[in-house]
């Protein structure tokens, strides 16, 4: 079976790769630039974007399989139209021209971001119902118009196209980094002095990896499973990555209010250079609002999926950051 597989250059794309890899697929891998790190004898590389519908017919031409991990994963971007038709328009490109070419089965990696919430604060599920007015920022928008699009094309072909919704991963690998993982290098390098009273779910990277391949072989189509794990407060997730370094926690609890100024202010001195991540931004603020706490009894009930505890998770994710080289 050939697969096509999307995102191998990026932090979930690459575990999921990992995954597949030990099937002893036919695997080819989609990128949008050369890449040494990926060359192997056991995949094969093709080149294209997904703003570029013609690269995208090339790409699925032969496949039986896609797994559709490639996203613009960040909190805070100067041109939120890119991202939405990456993430958007991108996706929809791809699916049409992986149908059309006669790919059988389909796996969509969208995101918790586009559930809601609970009024009783219980953790969110996969019926845990929003509007697209309730996304916070421009990813969360993204995904979950690209997750409004992939439902809407699998009702109109009755394809086999299974959605995961993974929480957050950390663990090795993490190169760019993800907004996650810059939280845990920057705890494990003390430059975390502080938090805010929030919330998030940690999974290992490789059990969500572990997830897209039991979702390719139960899921039900047009089904989604949120891949998650153990849900913790922030202030526990850095004590325990203190814990995992020798340094001391943090003690000191900022109000989310008093924070809005300074991340105005980066927000503007990025805009200003052109380049670079603010320290914090106003969507990062209002998303901590709520504790991001999620189930993932569904999928441990229909695909077999199963989570190890988050202290794994961080143990993995710091000792790769720690030998990681600097950037």
Not at 194 to 222: C, K, M, S
Not at 239 to 264: M, N
Request: charged share 25%; glycine share 8%; proline share 6%.
């Amino acid at each position: 079976m050939k697969v096509l597989l999307t995102g191998a250059s990026g932090f979930v794309g690459s575990a999921v790769l990992r995954r597949l890899r030990a099937e002893n697929l036919d695997i080819r891998l989609l990128l949008r630039t050369p890449s040494a790190a990926l060359e192997a004898d056991d995949v094969e590389l093709c080149y294209g974007d997904l703003a570029d519908p013609a690269s995208l017919e090339a790409a699925v031409q032969g496949c039986q399989a896609l797994f559709h991990v490639a996203a613009d994963y960040r909190l805070w971007v100067p041109d939120p139209a890119a991202m939405m038709r990456a993430n958007v328009d991108g996706t929809i490109a791809l699916l049409e021209a992986a149908l059309a070419a006669g790919v059988e089965r389909i796996v969509y990696t969208s995101s918790v971001a586009v559930l809601g919430f609970y009024p009783d604060g219980r953790p969110s599920d996969e019926e845990a119902w929003a509007s697209v007015d309730d996304m916070i920022g421009s990813y969360k928008r993204s995904k979950f118009l690209a997750e409004e699009a992939v439902r809407r094309i699998q009702r109109q072909h009755q394809a086999s196209i299974v959605i995961v919704n993974p929480s957050t991963p950390v663990g090795p690998g993490d190169v760019k980094p993800t907004p996650t993982g810059r939280m845990v290098r920057d705890a494990a390098l003390g430059r975390v002095p502080a938090y805010v009273d929030t919330g998030l779910n940690i999974v290992h990277v490789d059990d969500v990896a572990e997830g897209h391949w039991q979702a390719f072989q139960h899921g039900r189509p047009g089904e989604r499973y949120i891949l998650g794990g153990d849900n913790l407060s922030l202030a526990s997730i850095l004590t325990r990555i203190a814990g995992l370094t020798g340094r001391p926690s943090p003690r000191l609890r900022l109000p989310r209010k008093a924070l809005y100024p300074i991340a105005w202010a980066a927000q503007g001195w990025v805009r200003a250079r052109g380049r670079g991540t603010p320290i914090v931004t106003v969507d990062e603020l209002r998303m901590a609002a709520h504790r991001m706490y999620f189930s993932s009894a569904k999928a441990e009930a229909e695909l077999g999926y199963r989570h190890r505890p988050a202290e794994e998770a961080l143990r993995d994710a710091v000792r790769w950051f720690l030998q990681a080289p600097p950037r």
